[in-house]
């Protein structure tokens, strides 16, 4: 195998759920906390990539902490309502890794457990670690930390490692511990975010075919 380890965001890159539960959840949000206020999908997930989710909240939107948790409570309501859908070829090439003895390892922005819970309604391989927006908040993305920690239970050095997502904190977090990225472009055609990621990548996939081939053919 090219890589040892596949390091995964969740969210657009495993699962299609910005679109499906993430938006969704937010516009409804925003129509009793700023209710004169639209918000296309496309502008959702421009603000999610540049300046990023708690940036466009606190700088652009100026949410106060209290509507802050209104949403969060929201959110978490609408997630923990809704299983999102993996996306077609993803779970081929997880059994595939897993079965040829890879370790498969989540870091994201969601709850652990809805991570887990995902995989399991998805009949995907269960992580071997998870990492999601239940710990301390220095050790979220873009800290490394979580890869570090990675390396030290698996005992693996950084090449290797793969980290996928579609956005920004994955590639920074990839880049300061020294870890091949590969940028996950099939959730969206957003072309602004999709030039910077084929700029910054090793890689760039605007399909799932793509990054079989590069997991499994490109050796």
Known sequence: ??????????????????????????????????????????????????????????????????EMEFQTQNWLTSVDQNIPLVYEGIKEILWDFKNVGGY????????????IRDYKANHLPMPDLVFGWEQPAQYRKPSPWPLEKIKEKFQLSSRDMVMIDDLKPG?????LAGVDFIGAGWAHEIEPIRHYMQEACLYYCKNVNELKKILFEDE
């Not at 910005?18 to 603000?47: M, N, V, W």
């Not at 498969?104 to 991570?115: R, W």
């Not at 590639?171 to 880049?175: F, G, L, P, Q, Y």
């Open 1 to 66: 195998m090219k890589y040892k380890c596949l390091v995964l965001d969740h969210d657009d890159t495993i699962v299609n759920s910005t679109a499906t539960i993430h938006y969704p959840a937010f516009i409804e949000s925003l129509k009793i906390l700023r209710p004169h206020l639209t918000l296309t999908l496309e502008e959702y997930f421009y603000y999610n990539f540049e300046p990023g989710f708690s940036a466009f909240c606190h700088d652009v939107l100026h949410l106060t902490q209290e």
């Open 171 to 175: 590639k920074i977090m990839a880049e």
């Open 104 to 115: 498969i390892c989540v870091v994201s922005h969601s709850m652990k457990e809805n991570i």
